[in-house]
Nanobody
Framework: QARPVESGGGSVQSGGSLRLNCDVAEYSKSDYCMGWFFQPPRKERESVAT??????TTSYVDSAQGRFSISQDRGTLYLQLNNLQPEDTAMYYC????????????????????WGQGTQVTVSS
């Protein structure tokens, strides 16, 4: 399997929107989690959103609540970014292949076995 590359990033002004996407067709499995991570400048990578495929349960980092939305279909994972702010500037990474038969998604990088290369989101004031 070639390493898929996320797309949809770019440069926008404060208040703008972007939609990130990632090919996850091979990982669209009921008992698996998928997610997005982000890494702002000079900070460690952290979880921004997760989704549990079986029931569609989602979770978000506090700063993303009400502005970001994670979703998926059989072949693509999305992250809708609305009302973007300068502090959202980061490299965003698609993550998948997180087996979770217990029915909960966690935000540990080590739980995910599939990673995209990242797509840059830059938000100006």
């Amino acid at each position: 399997q070639a390493r898929p590359v996320e797309s949809g990033g770019g440069s926008v002004q404060s208040g703008g929107s972007l939609r990130l996407n990632c090919d996850v067709a091979e990982y669209s499995k009921s008992d698996y989690c998928m997610g997005w991570f982000f890494q702002p400048p000079r900070k460690e990578r952290e979880s921004v959103a997760t989704i549990y495929i079986r029931d569609g349960t989602t979770s978000y980092v506090d700063s993303a609540q009400g502005r970001f939305s994670i979703s998926q279909d059989r072949g693509t994972l999305y992250l809708q970014l609305n009302n973007l702010q300068p502090e959202d500037t980061a490299m965003y990474y698609c993550a998948a292949d997180n087996w979770s038969p217990a029915g909960a998604c966690y935000d540990l990088e080590s739980d995910y076995n599939y990673w995209g290369q990242g797509t840059q989101v830059t938000v100006s004031s």
